[in-house]
């Protein structure tokens, strides 16, 4: 188990070097980078630009501009926001929490409602219900995910005034008068719109696995054997069929968690993908690939634990 | 003569797909005394495995059992609910597939597999369904089953997954057992330690054996008695030795013309042609397209199966005017 | 499988064998009834895009007229209010389709804001799709056919792209790029056709990021294909790499090609209208993501103009998406399940 952690992490340093070229190209992607900020935000100061040139180096040739960023990067020193000035990582500190709350609860909770149904479905294939969900789920996975926040926004904020549509706190007052209950009447909207969007796609997986693995000789077996209808469908099938979900998930999470602009956008959610909206329109450079990096960590973080579930729920993996 | 354990009648089992309906039974009757060890013979698609999984009622999708009566120990199961039948499995009926790689769950580790079994049937506690499950392990001859329990199926090689399979269906202590083919996939050697295991648990329990298989082989060693069947009915039915001595039916010979022999010099015969399609199957009888003595009444009217001697039905027009080969006379 | 007769040639007889390849398809396609829902979407929303500037009852933007709705207001009194609900549901327009689905606070029709959008619709969503499996298929070809080293690089690169949250680099792509575009349009003389600049750079970089996972999948196709024997025999016939991916391989993962293009044209428009909806797109075309992105401030009272513009986007995608599913079960019915 260690040794297969070891190598998993060891497998991910390529991916992140990957990952960090390209972040920081990014400034180059259309010629001088002073330039480019200079467009976007015509009335810079001298002071700001020499502090960019410190930082990056800039004037020196561009591989080493590149290792001075990322040894910068390893010490957790980020730079300064050209907004402002304050150090990026303080910044992306005071926002990564609302981030990793909103999409944590999310993934769960698409995870718990996914499973039953994608279940049921898969043991009545082309019932009426199984054709429902199937159909309802191909409708969640064309519906843009902001769209849906928009429209349970004008549903459930404007014209019935049940909750908030902005924000992650009540800052003028609190909702149903207590801090507790305020933050949950906050997520529930973002919540529901993340869910939704992961669930279309969970059922579709789960439903496609069990299909298989309820032909399988193992349950055939079980059944011989005289297990439950439950047990065997909850025990014995399941565990198989989660496999493909969760390496499903650990492939997209870099999708959902760039989703995650999106939703923070439309519900105003203080969040790094709302902060990362902000930062790519002003082209903060340092706050852009600050944010990428962090990130791209967390997702990375994300698919080591993915991975570790994964060995523990199909004991075939550690021997590969 | 011991009581009859298991009663077959007029069974069939049919498979709704798209193309039609595929009649992999199509009829099928046959007994079973207490403490017997039967034979289930036939190519692949005669429909040997579909009978086995109708006397569970574990047919899979879109499979449906049509017709028929199934008794066992005087009881239909055909008219049991599915709460009583998943009682009867696994407990007093048990099933051996083929391939024990795909018949074992390979996320669990064998020793829950068979405490679940264990625990489906009795009400034991967790230490002691464990107790039991090492008990059972040791029985099938798996060495150091304490420890190998904690193991996955892939952890283990062909014969002891198989050893471990045969456990499953025998923790507890079932009175008939269907053996599905249980020594294919292994290699030769480790053949005859599974038979030879499955023949000593059989005299160990009292138990009655189903044997399933294509190897005549196999047949001749591990049974008393003999149901042949083609395309989902049944051609024959003898004890084994006037069986392979004295075979009445033309399939019954072409199947014992195909078993290699070292001892005889002969060129092996295979049946020519292949298992008819079970959608739309030949008229009259069955094994006609593939039969050197078929009349054209064969081609008509459909054969019953009738008692010719005591003990020996077979089920053809032309039984009487032909004179087929056993195994000693080739 | 239709049977032919020996002696034909054998080109003759592979192309027959397409031909009725592709109609056996067609025959199954025809029975699925969500499949040919989504295909009349897809010609609807094709249509549209072609010809909605003949029906549009006002013209699009920056055509002065295109504000018209806004004179709505009292010319002498001044009274009234741009931001029009819905025709039908406005007490003061009982059964008029003046504005179907309301104006906006800019006082532009939105229904004729949709009909407008819609050729970027389609032009975002081809053109993305051209790009994206152009490249997916180069990378898959490359890797899956040569195996080995140059499959094990690329499929690591491709893996940058999967786990990396690509919408984010897309982002600032896109911003670093439109900030310096200079004409809004480019004219093409001889058909006279204006291409939208902004727009067209978005949608080359939506292009570029979005290759990685058909780009596998193709690989994957392509490894399976390979191994079949007739591709053996060619081989041992002597016919080159380059012959054996274009003459026999690509042939063969067409059906797969089709409608991984399909639902890859549903995923195109989606992001587009992310992007524009978070307001990165070209402000120059307006697009049915930039309608949102326009209105979203004032949405509390406009909210039919973010309403309808979704409508629009989640139906074509949904048309693109069961055009897509019905294919893949006429085309790969092994796929199914």
């Known amino acids: ?320 | 003569m011991a009581e009859t354990l298991l009663n077959i009648e007029g069974l069939k089992t049919h498979f709704f797909t798209e193309a039609g309906i595929v009649k992999a039974v199509d009829g099928i009757s046959f007994n079973l005394k207490k403490g017997e060890s039967l034979g289930l013979v036939g190519e692949s698609g005669s429909g040997k495995t579909v009978t086995a999984l109708s006397v569970l009622r574990i047919v899979p999708k879109p499979g449906k059992i049509t017709d028929g009566k199934i008794e066992f120990n005087d009881e239909n199961l055909l008219k049991k609910t599915e709460k009583e039948m998943q009682k009867i499995r696994g407990s007093k009926i048990a099933i051996i597939f083929q391939d024990p790689s795909s018949s074992l769950n390979p996320v669990y580790t064998v020793g829950t597999q068979l405490r679940d079994v264990i625990m489906a049937h009795q009400t034991v506690s967790k230490t002691e369904a464990r107790k039991k499950t090492i008990e059972i392990l040791e029985v099938v001859g798996l060495p150091d089953a304490e420890t190998r329990m904690r193991e996955y199926p892939h952890q283990f090689s062909g014969g002891m997954k198989q050893r471990v399979a045969i456990a499953r269906a025998l923790a507890c202590e079932p009175t008939l057992l269907f053996a599905d083919e249980p020594t294919t996939n292994l290699d030769v050697t480790i053949q005859a330690q599974v038979l030879n295991l499955l023949n000593d648990l059989k005299k160990k329990l009292g138990m009655s054996l189903v044997m399933i298989t294509h190897d005549m082989g196999i047949i001749a060693e591990m049974t008393t008695r003999i149901v042949v069947l083609y395309a989902g009915r049944v051609c024959e039915i003898a004890e084994t030795h006037d069986l392979f001595e004295r075979p009445r039916h033309p399939y019954t010979e072409a199947l014992l013309a195909a078993v290699p022999r070292l001892d005889m010099r002969k060129t092996l015969r295979v049946i020519p042609g292949n298992i008819p399609n079970l959608i739309e199957p030949p008229s009259g009888c069955r094994f006609h397209p593939r039969c050197n003595y078929a009349k054209q009444t064969c081609k008509e009217d459909i054969p019953v199966l009738e008692e010719i001697e005591s003990g020996h039905f077979v089920a053809c027009h032309e039984w009487q005017n032909i004179t087929l080969k056993g195994e000693r006379s080739h | 499988m239709a049977s032919n007769k020996t002696g034909q040639k054998k080109k003759e007889k592979s192309k027959r064998r397409g031909a009725s390849q592709w109609a056996v398809a067609w025959r199954r396609f025809k029975r699925n009834k969500a499949g040919i829902f989504g295909l009349i979407i897809v010609m609807a929303v094709f249509f549209v895009g072609i010809f909605g500037s003949f029906f549009a009852p006002y013209p699009a933007r920056p055509d002065p007229h295109a504000y018209d709705p806004f004179y709505d207001i009292d010319p002498i009194t001044g009274i009234g209010d741009v931001r029009k609900p819905p025709s039908w549901m406005d007490p003061e327009e009982p059964n008029s389709w003046k504005y179907l689905f309301g104006t906006t606070p800019i006082g532009t029709d939105v229904f004729s804001d949709i009909i407008h959008g819609t050729k970027y619709t389609v032009y975002v969503g081809v053109l993305v799709t051209v790009i994206t499996m152009a490249l997916s298929i180069a990378v898959g070809a490359i890797a899956g056919f040569y195996g080995r080293w140059v499959d094990n690089i690329l499929m690591r690169i491709s893996e940058v792209f999967l786990v990396f949250p690509s919408l984010l680099l897309i982002l600032v792509f896109v911003r670093i790029f439109t900030v310096s575009v200079g004409e809004p349009f480019l004219n093409i003389p001889i058909i006279n056709i204006q291409i939208p600049t902004g727009l067209t750079i978005v949608i080359v970089i939506l292009g570029l990021f979005n290759w990685a996972s058909n780009a596998r999948m193709i690989r994957g196709e392509f490894l399976r294909v390979r191994e079949l024997e007739f591709i053996e025999a060619e081989r041992a016939l002597g016919a080159g790499n380059i012959r054996i991916i274009f003459r026999h391989i690509l042939p063969n993962l067409m059906s797969s090609i089709i409608v991984v293009s399909s639902l890859t044209i549903a995923y195109a428009i989606l992001l587009e209208a992310a992007v524009s909806f978070l307001g990165f797109g070209d402000a120059n075309t307006i697009t049915w993501g930039q309608i949102l992105q326009e209105n979203f401030s004032e949405m509390r009272i406009v909210w039919w103009a973010e309403v309808f513009p979704g409508i629009a986007i989640l139906l074509t995608v949904f048309g693109f998406n069961l055009l897509g599913d019905g294919l893949s079960d006429a085309m790969n019915p092994r796929l199914r399940d």
């Open chain 1, 1 to 320: 188990m260690f040794r297969y952690i070891v190598r998993r992490l060891l497998y991910m340093i390529p991916v992140f070097l990957g990952i960090s070229i390209i972040s920081f190209f990014v400034m180059y992607a259309a010629g001088d980078p002073l330039n480019i900020i200079r467009l976007g935000r015509p009335n810079i100061t001298q002071e700001t630009i020499d502090a960019l040139k410190v930082y990056y180096g800039l004037d020196k040739p561009i591989p080493i501009q590149y290792l001075t960023w990322l040894t910068n990067l390893l010490q957790f020193n980020f730079g300064k926001s050209l907004y402002g000035g304050r150090p990026v990582n303080f910044l992306i500190g005071s926002w990564v929490w609302e981030t990793v709350k909103l999409q944590l609860i999310s993934i769960l909770l698409a995870f718990a409602i996914s499973i039953p149904i994608g279940i049921n479905s898969a043991k009545k294939q082309y019932s009426k219900q199984d054709i429902a969900v199937t159909s309802i789920s191909l409708f969640g996975v064309s519906m843009p995910t902001f769209w849906l926040g928009l429209i349970l926004i004008i549903i459930f904020s404007f014209q019935l005034g049940w909750l908030p549509s902005a924000g992650a706190y009540g800052a003028p007052y609190l909702w149903w008068d207590n801090p507790v209950l305020d933050e949950i009447a906050h997520l529930i909207l973002p919540v529901t719109v993340l869910v939704y969007v992961m669930l279309a796609q969970n059922i579709r997986l789960i439903r496609a696995n069990m299909l298989e693995i309820l032909r399988s000789d193992y349950i055939l077996a079980a059944r011989a054997s005289g297990l439950s209808e439950r047990k065997v469908v909850y025990k014995y099938a399941l565990r198989n069929a989660i496999g493909p979900v969760i390496t499903y998930l650990g492939i997209s999470l870099g999708a959902i968690i760039a989703g995650a602009p999106m939703t923070e956008y439309v519900f105003n959610w203080p969040g790094l993908g709302r902060r990362y909206v902000d930062a790519a329109m002003r082209l903060d450079f340092p706050l852009v690939m600050g944010i990428n990096m962090v990130i791209t960590v967390m997702t990375l973080i994300a698919t080591l634990i993915i991975d570790i579930c994964y060995v523990y729920i199909d004991p075939r993996i550690r021997l590969r």
